[in-house]
Each structure stands twice: as structure tokens, then as C-alpha cells.
């Protein structure tokens, strides 16, 4: 199995930046994919940004230019690093190994853009 923990939410102004990090362990060796996903306050979650263990990256159209995904340690630990914020980028955070025997989820961490 894989445990999944984000961290480094929070209250950020519009138009300033966060990071977060998402730390797997277990069977790391296992995950093929890490990605982040949003759920906005009363909507479906969303898949903004991933990162494969080759290193290939994917972007919504709504973070593309804003959002930096980036790992070390061989998706270990994977950050998501979030600029120009805006009110609309509220909502928990979550992340997702895909490895070869399922997905795993973490317990998600909240980020609020307010001014």
C-alpha cells in the first residue's frame, strides 16, 4: 500500500503563492503518477496538475502559467507550487498516487485565497 499526506495550505492573499507538499510512503516504488487535484466549496473534484515518475507534467487550462508541479526523490515528494492566486483557487488540495495496484488519496489540505 501507499499513505499519501499533503500539507502546506493556507490563507493567502489574492495574487500571492503557496506551496504544497504531498509525501508518500510504503510502496513508493509502486506509483506511476502523482496527481493534485481541487474541490472548490460544493463542487465535483478536479485534477489540476500531475507528474509522472518519467517526469512528464500536465496542466488544466485553469492553472497552466500559475501552478508548478515538481518532484524529487522519485515522487517521494511531489509540490505543487502555486502563484498569482486568485479567489476562485479556494478549496482543499488533495493528492493522488496511481500506482500499479490502485489510487490512493490523501486527506486533502484546505486553501483559501481572501482578501
Known amino acids: 500500500q501507499v499513505q499519501i499526506v499533503e500539507s502546506g495550505g493556507g490563507l493567502v492573499q489574492p495574487g500571492g503563492s503557496l506551496r504544497l507538499s504531498c509525501e508518500a510512503s510504503g510502496r513508493i516504488f509502486s506509483i506511476v503518477v502523482i496527481d493534485w487535484y481541487h474541490q472548490a466549496p460544493g463542487k465535483q473534484r478536479e485534477m489540476v496538475a500531475s507528474?509522472?515518475?518519467?517526469?512528464?507534467?500536465y496542466y488544466s487550462d485553469t492553472v497552466k502559467g500559475r501552478f508548478t508541479i515538481s518532484s524529487d526523490n522519485r515522487l517521494k515528494t511531489v509540490y505543487l507550487q502555486m502563484n498569482s492566486l486568485k479567489p476562485e483557487d479556494t478549496g482543499v488540495y488533495y493528492c493522488?498516487?496511481?500506482?500499479?495496484?490502485?489510487?490512493?488519496w490523501g486527506q486533502g489540505t484546505q486553501v483559501t485565497v481572501s482578501s
Open positions: 493522488k498516487g496511481d500506482t500499479t495496484t490502485g489510487d490512493y
Open positions: 507528474i509522472s515518475s518519467g517526469g512528464s507534467t
